[in-house]
Nanobody, 122 residues
Framework: VQLQASGGGLVQAGGSLRLSCAAS????????IVWFRQAPGKQRDFVAG????????YYADSVKGRFTISRDNAKNTVYLQMNSLKPEDTAVYYCAADVTWLKTRYELYTNWGQGTKVTVSS
């Protein structure tokens, strides 16, 4: 499956953005999809993950209660709704796919989309 992330941009603190991870391939619905983010000079950190049918989700503590991950298998798309954004959420956001549930270390993923940049101003 090939992935493409979009939806990033510049937003003020407290604002919202919705990221999309669009996939090609007929087996999209078989995959766990995850979001990671990488701030300048830092490692790529896990943000959220969703299983193949959307029945299971998991969030990093830093975004729990503010971000929501969802998927629409009919559209081959996973979404990351980001509310109450903070300057520390500024990063390039990446989506990745895997057939297993759930790996939170970026080194364990080989199937990545290109990133989308999110900048939160204070």
């Amino acid at each position: 499956v090939q992935l493409q992330a979009s939806g990033g941009g510049l937003v003020q603190a407290g604002g919202s953005l919705r990221l999309s991870c669009a996939a090609s391939g007929r087996t999209f619905s078989s995959y766990t999809i995850v979001w990671f983010r990488q701030a300048p000079g830092k490692q790529r950190d896990f943000v959220a993950g969703i299983n193949w049918n959307g029945g299971r989700t998991y969030y990093a503590d830093s975004v729990k209660g503010r971000f929501t991950i969802s998927r629409d298998n009919a559209k081959n798309t996973v979404y990351l709704q980001m509310n109450s954004l903070k300057p520390e959420d500024t990063a390039v956001y990446y989506c990745a796919a895997d057939v297993t549930w759930l790996k939170t270390r970026y080194e364990l993923y080989t199937n990545w989309g290109q990133g989308t940049k999110v900048t939160v101003s204070s």
